[in-house]
C-alpha cells in the first residue's frame, strides 16, 4: 500500500489565528458596534470613545461579544481558506515549469476567500453580528439578552428565520472574503518574492521580522480595498429581512440610507479598528505558519521523508 506524506500546511494556519482573535476581538467588536448602532453614527466618534462608551454600559466582558461564533468558525474557516488555495494554486500552474503567475495566485486568492465565504464565513459573521448588535449589560443577570451566547443564537435564528436566514449576505461576503484574500495572498508573495531575491540565498527562509513585516503590509491591503463592503454586509446581516424584499433591493436601500444620511465616509467607518485588528494579526499568522511549516517540511515522518512515496 502506497502511502504519500505531505506538510500538514493548512492545519498550521489555525492555531495563530485563534490566539490573534482573542488578543484583538475588543477593536473588531468596537468597530462593529459603530457601525451597527444607529445612536453612535449620529456622531463622528472614533472607535477609542465608542470602546469606552461601551465598556461604561454594558461592563468590559461586553468588547468580547460574538468571541465564541469566531472561535467556533476560526478553524475550519483556515483549514478551508489554505487547503483551497493551494488546490486553486496547483490548477493554474504552469504544467511544464509548476510555476504559478500573479494571476494564478490572485485567482487561486480570489476563489479561495469565495470558498470559505460560503463553506463558513457567512453563517459565522451572521451569528456573531447578531450577538454584538445586542445592547445588554454582562454582569448583570436580570438583564437578559435575546440571544445569550453563539450556540443559542445560531439554534434561535434557525427557528425564527429559517436556515438560510443564516447566509443572508452571502454575495457581500464571498465578495469581501475574496477580494481579502486575493489581495493578501498576491501581496504577500510578491513581497517574499522581492525579499527573497534580495537575500544572499535565494532559497532561505526569510528571518521572522521581514515576515511579521510583509504579512503586517499584505494584511492591511485587503481591509483597504473592500471597506464599503464590509459596511454594507455588516448592516444587512445585523437585522431580519423585511419580507418580500429581495437581497438586492435590500443591499442597494442600505447603501443608499447610508449615503444620504451619513455622506459618503460612512463606507469607511470602521476603517482604522478593522486594520488595527487584521494587520497584526495577518503578520503573526505568517510569521508563525511559515516557521513551523518550515519545521514540519524538514523533519521526516514515520522515518519517510516528506514528498516521498512508502511501499
Known sequence: ?????????????????????????????????????????AKRRGFLTTGAEIIKRESPLALY??????????????????????????????????????????????????TEAVAVVTPMEVIKIRLQAQH???????????????????????REEGVLALYRGVSLTALRQGSNQAVNFTAYTKLKSLLQSIQASPTAELPS?????????????GPLSNAPIDTIKTRLQKSPAMPGETALARIVSIARDMYKVEGSRAFYKGITPRIMR???????????????????????????????YEE
Not at 286 to 292: A, G, R
Open 65 to 114: 461579544k460574538g468571541l465564541g461564533a469566531v472561535t467556533t468558525g476560526i478553524v475550519p474557516k483556515m483549514a478551508i481558506r489554505f487547503t483551497s488555495f493551494e488546490w486553486y494554486k496547483s490548477l493554474a500552474a504552469n504544467e511544464e515549469t509548476g510555476v504559478v503567475s500573479s494571476t494564478g495566485t490572485f485567482l487561486a486568492g480570489l476563489t479561495a476567500g469565495v
Open 1 to 41: 500500500m502506497k502511502r504519500y506524506h505531505q506538510s500538514p500546511n493548512a492545519a498550521l494556519k489555525a492555531c495563530p489565528s485563534t490566539r490573534g482573535e482573542f488578543s484583538f476581538r475588543w477593536i473588531h467588536y468596537a468597530s462593529g458596534r459603530r457601525l451597527n448602532d444607529p445612536s453612535l453614527q
Open 209 to 221: 521580522y521581514q515576515t511579521l513585516l510583509i504579512g503586517l503590509i499584505s494584511g492591511a491591503m
Open 136 to 158: 445588554h449589560s454582562m454582569i448583570d443577570p436580570l438583564d437578559i439578552p435575546k440571544y445569550r451566547n453563539a450556540a443559542h443564537a445560531l439554534f434561535t435564528v434557525v
Open 278 to 308: 487584521v494587520a497584526p494579526g495577518q503578520a503573526v499568522t505568517f510569521t508563525v505558519y511559515e516557521y513551523l511549516k518550515a519545521r514540519l517540511e524538514a523533519a521526516p515522518a514515520d522515518g519517510v521523508r516528506v514528498g516521498e
